[in-house]
Each structure stands twice: as structure tokens, then as C-alpha cells.
């Protein structure tokens, strides 16, 4: 605690002591800095880029030009229950969508370039908007009188050892007087690039000698179906959405043993998940700047996954359903108040998640605790937030969340029991200069609770199974971040970031005790702390006469410590990758209507993950790819993409001990490696 302490006041006095750089800072704006904002002035924390700022880059729709907003890191947003916990960092409008089966990337693809004015990059906060709790949000900000729009698009993957992907996509707006409506159809069928590939396994005794070896082969495959829709009457809009997703996938290892026995060592997974929602939200202007909205969203979401190993050990097959609801009624008041933004509202959710799973080792079934539960919550949130520019340069904003759940478990587990806290959160943007900022944000942060984890689950593939945990508390951390923004070279920015969290309950794996044998399950392992820096810069080369090359870069590293269940020692989290990178090279040939990109994410993957007799290490080299994009014409885009060229090798090293690992006792070691040949990809977009 006194460490916190100590790196708040750091922060704190850094972002003071930041004042003094402004001498050093450059102070010529960029075009898109001397761009009007929303307010009318670009040092009011808002820079407006028009939609030509990005054209040069061939975007086809705003999902491709919030990638390209120099010194913004795009955040889609997360996956849990809920509709605040869930927002990304990208409003649509000054709002932000009211879908959550409609992800964020594919509500920012259905809108084309054409139908795009500008888009604001918003540090700090602007009147009437709201951040959704983040330091900087950029806002699309849509053509008005645009009622019709049409595209169709296809793209290829071309293979060396598979059949060929396809991922046909057809898109829609059309306005009839007050009625606008929008909707998308997609298919996607492709060999997943992650885990897919060819390489070797072997496997050793405790000594280090190989007892057997072999050809080790992946293949995974990605069918995803998605359909959705919205209709916009006023300040009425009704939304739908449905995706189904197939993943089968096949593991299998051709081994020699070390007195030449053959064997087969194989795990089938079929994997089918269904989503489907349905919402809608009403906006009502109270007037004296006064607004109230209104959210709905009703959405069920189907799971069923069968796992069968065989040739190592008898053969075992498991099996986990998985059938969820989730009801959210949201309600907030936005007014403006003497130069202060405020906001209040509440959120009411009601979840319910059933979970049967089952394993069969040789025919007979083995007992797992927690295999059947069913979990209901019900969840309450309250908030309140208020932003304001306290001066030309400073911009608070500053807000709190109350939340209550209470959940309760049935089935193999019944208990009940409620979980209160508060969320309260700072976030300070002071201006350095017309081009370079300081922010600080202080937060205390609550994880969910991953109902599937009150449940049992395998891993055959791994050889591993999780019992479920009805102890479960959420990963709770006092964050604190500070962030230097730097822009130049009319396109030129660099962000530098720093972060140090306090946290509490770390969600990890721990070991559970039960009359059967000691299985792992996901727990909490008490205090720790996390370290993060982070930079960001976008570099592009026309000052030193490289007209229109550009650089793109992203970097993170990661220090995490907390106390191990099983050793007793300090360790990092589970499964925390402690760097990653991504890089990205353009070239715009204006002349040839063509663009050029050497790209690669991620440059860094190597996670580790502790069970109480087991140590796996996950890692990756790079995966880079190399593209062409011609525009012969306005409403035609091609690309042909070579990708994995380097042929990204992903690694899984088990290390197995005899009984706990504080007894340190290796009993084997596994090795196996999986590098995906690489492939072209080819794509076009033609609008109507």
C-alpha cells in the first residue's frame, strides 16, 4: 500500500511538473489540430479530422479510419455482462451503440467512407459527450442527407494444405422519410490461423531423456454466421442480431517411443455457439440542454462443446452445455450546468447461466465436483459522473459507480451470496501546449465473474480438468496511470504511458482439496501488484522527404507479482503476456491508386500459466503479412494480401511434476510446435 501511495503522489507530481515541458513541446498544430472541434477550438482538448485526412490510406469503412487516427489506440471493448462494464473507446454519433451482440467492429464496417464528416478525437471530455470512462474516445461523426448506401464484399483465402476460405459480406442503409434502416449479412469459413499448423512433439522423462517423439499436427477451423439490423425512427432505434459459431478442431501427435512402439495420440473438439439479441433504446430531450436515454437489451447466448482424446491413457471423452440469458434495463440523465457536463443513471441486470459438464475416462464416469450448476444474479448498478474545463488547458472529470449483485448457485453447489462495491474515478487532461497533453487517471477497477468457472470444465488437449469454484471473488485493483501525448509532423504522435495497479483477489488457478484427489480450479490468490508501460507512435516520413511513408507502432511491457498457493513464492499472474507489439509499415503510391503495408502483430507472445503440478508455457513468433490495396476506382477496393510469410510457429511447453511443484519433482516435460504455412488472401469491395 505504501508502494501505491508512493506512485500516486509520483504521478501526481509528474503531471504538475509536466507544465514546465511546454517550452520543449512543439508548438505548431497539425492541420487536423487546426481543424474546428466540436467546440469550435482546437485547445479544447477535441481535434476534428475530416474524412480526407485518411484517404490516402484507402479506407472502405470507419472501421478502417479509427485505425488510422494518429495517437489512438482502438478498444472494441469487452465481453461481459452488462451494458456499462461492456463499452468500447469509439461513439458513433456522440453515442455509443446500443447492441452488444453487435460488436463495435462490426457496427464501425457498416458505415462506409462516404457517409463519414469528420471524426473528433475527444481527450479529456466535450459538452453533451459521454467518455465511457476513458481518457480519450474518438466519435464518428456521420453525413447528414446520405439516404441510400449499398456494398458487397468477398475475400479469399487461398491455402497450400487446405480447401479454400470464404468470407462473403453484404451490407445496407437505406432512409425513407423519418425511417432509417441498417443491416449486414456475413459468412466467414477459413482455417483459424492461431493454433493451426504443422510442427513436432516430443516428450521426456524427469532425467531429460526422450521417451517419445513424432509429428505433431493442428487443424482448426472458424465457421461464423452473423446477420443483424437496426431500424431508426426519431429518437427511437430498434436493433437485432444473431451469430452462430463453429469451431472444430483436430490435434493430432504420430509418436515413436524410445523401444519403437507407435502410437497415435489424438483430441477431437467440436465447439457450436449460438447468440442472438434483441434491444433498442429511446433518446427524450427534457429541455435546458436536459437529455434522458433509455436502453433495453434482452440476449441469449448457447453453448456445446465434446472433447474425445484417445491413444494417451484409456480413451476419455467430455462434454459441457452451456445455456445463458441476460435482461438489461439502463436509464441515464445528461444536462449541461454552468459549463459542467453531468450525468447520472442506473443499470438492472438479471443473468442466469446453466452449466451440465461430465467426463468418461474408459467408459466409466468420473466424478467432478460443481459439474452441474445452475447460477442466477441479479445486478445493480448506480453512477454518477461530472466532467468540466476548469481552464483553457485543464479538464476534469470525475465520477463513481455503486454496484450490488447477488448470486446464487443450485444444482451440485447451493449458496447464495452478495458482492457491494464502489467504483469511484478520476481522469485529469491538462494541455502542455496546443500539441502535447498530460493526463492522469486514478481508478479503482472490479473484474466479473466468469460464471463458467463456478462449473467443471477439461481441456483433453492438455490432458488437464478444472473443477468449478463456488468461492469466486472478482479481481479488484486501485489503478493509477499517467500519459504524455506529443504530436507532430502534421501526422506525427507518440504516447507514453505508465501504469501501477494495486490489486486484490488476483484471478488466477488455485488447487482445491476434495475426498477424490487435488484438481485445479480458477480462485483468487490474494494481493499483487501490476506494472505496465505502454508506447504508441505514429511517425510518418514526408518531413525527411519519404513522401508518403509511414510508421505505426505499438509497444507494451508488463511486470506482475503475487504470491504462488503452491510454492509459497512470489511469481507473475497466470497466462499475462509480459510484452507484446504490433508494427505496421505503409507506403501510399497516389500515382498507382495503390497501397502498401508490411504489418505484424503480435511481435512478442510468451504466457505462462501455474497449476499446482504443472507449469505450461505458451509462445509465438511473429505473424506478418504483406499487402497490396488498389482503388482503380471510387466505389472498387482490391487488395491481395500474402500473409504469415515468416510461417508464425506457436510453442507449448508442459512442464509435469510428481505431486505439488514446491516438492520440485519433474516427472516429464512435453515440447510441441505448430507453424501454419503462410498463405494469400485476396479481397474486394465494390459499393453500390
Known amino acids: 500500500m505504501v508502494r501505491g501511495i508512493a506512485w500516486r503522489a509520483l504521478a501526481l507530481g509528474?503531471?504538475?511538473?509536466?507544465?514546465?515541458?511546454?517550452?520543449?513541446?512543439?508548438?505548431?498544430?497539425?492541420?487536423?489540430?487546426?481543424?474546428?472541434?466540436?467546440?469550435?477550438?482546437?485547445?479544447?482538448?477535441?481535434?476534428?479530422?475530416?474524412?480526407?485526412?485518411?484517404?490516402?490510406?484507402?479506407?472502405?469503412?470507419?472501421?478502417?479510419?479509427?485505425?488510422?487516427?494518429?495517437?489512438?489506440?482502438y478498444k472494441a471493448g469487452d465481453d461481459v455482462r452488462g451494458f456499462g462494464g461492456a463499452a468500447g473507446n469509439v461513439l458513433i454519433d456522440g453515442e455509443r451503440p446500443s447492441s452488444k451482440a453487435v460488436t463495435l467492429?462490426?457496427?464501425?464496417?457498416?458505415?462506409?467512407?462516404?457517409?463519414?464528416?469528420?471524426?473528433?478525437?475527444?481527450?479529456g471530455g466535450a459538452p453533451g459527450i459521454d467518455m465511457q470512462g476513458q481518457p480519450v474516445v474518438a466519435n464518428i461523426i456521420r453525413r447528414r442527407g446520405v439516404n441510400y448506401s449499398l456494398a458487397f464484399e468477398h475475400m479469399a483465402k487461398v491455402y497450400s494444405d487446405h480447401p479454400m476460405g470464404a468470407a462473403p459480406r453484404l451490407e445496407g442503409s437505406r432512409q425513407i422519410?423519418?425511417?432509417?434502416?441498417?443491416?449486414?449479412?456475413?459468412?466467414?469459413?477459413?482455417?483459424?490461423?492461431?493454433?493451426?499448423?504443422?510442427g513436432d512433439f516430443v516428450r521426456r522423462n524427469?532425467?531429460?531423456?526422450?521417451?517419445?517423439?513424432?509429428?505433431?499436427?493442428?487443424?482448426?477451423?472458424?465457421?461464423?454466421?452473423?446477420?443483424?439490423?437496426?431500424?431508426?425512427?426519431?429518437?427511437?432505434?430498434?436493433?437485432?442480431?444473431?451469430?452462430?459459431?463453429?469451431?472444430?478442431?483436430?490435434?493430432?501427435?504420430?509418436?515413436?517411443?524410445?523401444?519403437?512402439?507407435?502410437?497415435?495420440?489424438?483430441?477431437?473438439?467440436?465447439?457450436?455457439?449460438?447468440?442472438?439479441?434483441?434491444?433498442?433504446?429511446?433518446?427524450?430531450?427534457?429541455?435546458?440542454?436536459?437529455?434522458?436515454?433509455?436502453?433495453?437489451?434482452?440476449?441469449?447466448?448457447?453453448?456445446?462443446?465434446?472433447?474425445?482424446s484417445s491413444g494417451r491413457g484409456a480413451l476419455s471423452v467430455s462434454t459441457k452445455t452451456t445455456n445463458g440469458h441476460e435482461a438489461i434495463l439502463r436509464g441515464t440523465l445528461r444536462g449541461l450546468w454552468r459549463g459542467v457536463t453531468l450525468e447520472a443513471g442506473g443499470e438492472a441486470a438479471l443473468n442466469t447461466l446453466d452449466v451440465a459438464s461430465s467426463l468418461r475416462t474408459g467408459g466409466v464416469a468420473v466424478a467432478l465436483?460443481?459439474?452441474?450448476?445452475?447460477?442466477?444474479?441479479?445486478?445493480?448498478?448506480?453512477?454518477?459522473?461530472?466532467?468540466?474545463?476548469?481552464?483553457?488547458?485543464?479538464?476534469?472529470?470525475?465520477?463513481?459507480?455503486?454496484?450490488?449483485?447477488?448470486?446464487?448457485?443450485?444444482?451440485?453447489?447451493?449458496?447464495?451470496?452478495?458482492?457491494?462495491?464502489?467504483?469511484?474515478?478520476?481522469?485529469?487532461?491538462?494541455?502542455?501546449?496546443?500539441?502535447?497533453?498530460?493526463?492522469?487517471?486514478?481508478?479503482?477497477?472490479?473484474?466479473?465473474?466468469?460464471?463458467?468457472?463456478?462449473?467443471?470444465?477439461?481441456?483433453?488437449?492438455?490432458?488437464?480438468?478444472?473443477?468449478?469454484?463456488?468461492?469466486?471473488?472478482?479481481?479488484?485493483?486501485?489503478?493509477?496511470?499517467?500519459?504524455?501525448?506529443?504530436?507532430?509532423?502534421?501526422?506525427?504522435?507518440i504516447v507514453l504511458s505508465a501504469l501501477?495497479?494495486?490489486?486484490?483477489?488476483?484471478?488466477?488457478v488455485i488447487p482445491i482439496v476434495t475426498r477424490t484427489g487435488v484438481f485445479d480450479a480458477p480462485g483468487n490468490l490474494g494481493d499483487g501488484t501490476r506494472d505496465e508501460v505502454g508506447v504508441s507512435l505514429n511517425l510518418p516520413f514526408d518531413k525527411v522527404r519519404l513522401k508518403g511513408l509511414s510508421l505505426r507502432t505499438t509497444w507494451a511491457w508488463r511486470r506482475t507479482r503475487v504470491t504462488d498457493p503452491t510454492t509459497g513464492r512470489r511469481r507473475a499472474f497466470s497466462t499475462l503476456n509480459p510484452w507484446d507489439g504490433t508494427f505496421s509499415l505503409t507506403q501510399d503510391l497516389p500515382r498507382l491508386k495503390s497501397l502498401v503495408t508490411l504489418s505484424t502483430m503480435?511481435?512478442?507472445?510468451?504466457?505462462r500459466l501455474y497449476r499446482s503440478a504443472e507449469i505450461r508455457v505458451d509462445s509465438a513468433t511473429p505473424y506478418v503479412n504483406v499487402s497490396w490495396q488498389y482503388r482503380p476506382r471510387p466505389d472498387l477496393t482490391l487488395l491481395l494480401q500474402y500473409e504469415n510469410f515468416l510461417a508464425r510457429d506457436r510453442r507449448r511447453e508442459r512442464t509435469l511434476y510428481a505431486g505439488p511443484r514446491s516438492g520440485g519433482i519433474v516427472a516429464a516435460t512435453e515440447q510441441r510446435s505448430a507453424a501454419m504455412s503462410p498463405f494469400i488472401m485476396m479481397r474486394a469491395r465494390k459499393t453500390f
Open 14 to 73: 509528474g503531471l504538475v511538473a509536466g507544465a514546465g515541458f511546454q517550452a520543449l513541446a512543439q508548438d505548431t498544430p497539425s492541420p487536423a489540430q487546426g481543424a474546428l472541434s466540436a467546440s469550435g477550438s482546437p485547445a479544447n482538448g477535441v481535434i476534428a479530422f475530416p474524412t480526407s485526412f485518411f484517404l490516402e490510406y484507402g479506407p472502405t469503412s470507419a472501421n478502417d479510419v479509427v485505425g488510422r487516427i494518429p495517437g489512438f489506440t
Open 105 to 123: 467492429d462490426d457496427a464501425l464496417k457498416r458505415i462506409p467512407v462516404a457517409q463519414i464528416e469528420r471524426v473528433e478525437l475527444i481527450r
Open 177 to 198: 422519410g423519418a425511417l432509417k434502416l441498417q443491416g449486414a449479412v456475413s459468412a466467414r469459413l477459413e482455417k483459424q490461423q492461431g493454433d493451426s499448423g504443422k
Open 206 to 308: 524427469g532425467a531429460g531423456q526422450t521417451i517419445a517423439a513424432g509429428p505433431f499436427h493442428a487443424n482448426v477451423e472458424q465457421r461464423t454466421y452473423v446477420a443483424s439490423g437496426t431500424a431508426e425512427y426519431g429518437a427511437l432505434r430498434l436493433n437485432l442480431g444473431a451469430q452462430r459459431d463453429e469451431v472444430p478442431r483436430t490435434e493430432v501427435a504420430q509418436l515413436v517411443s524410445s523401444l519403437g512402439v507407435r502410437t497415435t495420440e489424438q483430441t477431437v473438439n467440436d465447439l457450436n455457439t449460438d447468440k442472438a439479441e434483441i434491444g433498442g433504446d429511446y433518446r427524450l430531450a427534457l429541455g435546458r440542454g436536459m437529455t434522458a436515454r433509455f436502453i433495453g437489451l434482452y440476449t441469449a447466448k448457447d453453448s456445446d462443446l465434446t472433447s474425445v
Open 369 to 493: 465436483p460443481s459439474a452441474n450448476v445452475r447460477v442466477e444474479e441479479q445486478r445493480a448498478e448506480m453512477f454518477v459522473n461530472a466532467s468540466a474545463r476548469l481552464s483553457p488547458r485543464l479538464s476534469v472529470n470525475a465520477g463513481a459507480r455503486f454496484e450490488t449483485s447477488t448470486i446464487a448457485q443450485s444444482g451440485d453447489v447451493s449458496q447464495e451470496k452478495t458482492l457491494t462495491f464502489a467504483k469511484p474515478r478520476l481522469i485529469v487532461n491538462y494541455e502542455l501546449s496546443p500539441s502535447s497533453q498530460a493526463r492522469l487517471r486514478f481508478e479503482r477497477t472490479v473484474g466479473q465473474l466468469n460464471f463458467e468457472d463456478f462449473a467443471a470444465s477439461g481441456d483433453l488437449s492438455a490432458g488437464t480438468q478444472n473443477v468449478g469454484n463456488a468461492n469466486l471473488q472478482p479481481q479488484q485493483a486501485w489503478e493509477t496511470e499517467i500519459t504524455w501525448e506529443q504530436r507532430f509532423w502534421d501526422r506525427g504522435a
Open 500 to 508: 501501477h495497479a494495486d490489486v486484490s483477489q488476483v484471478a488466477d
Open 602 to 607: 503480435p511481435l512478442g507472445y510468451k504466457a
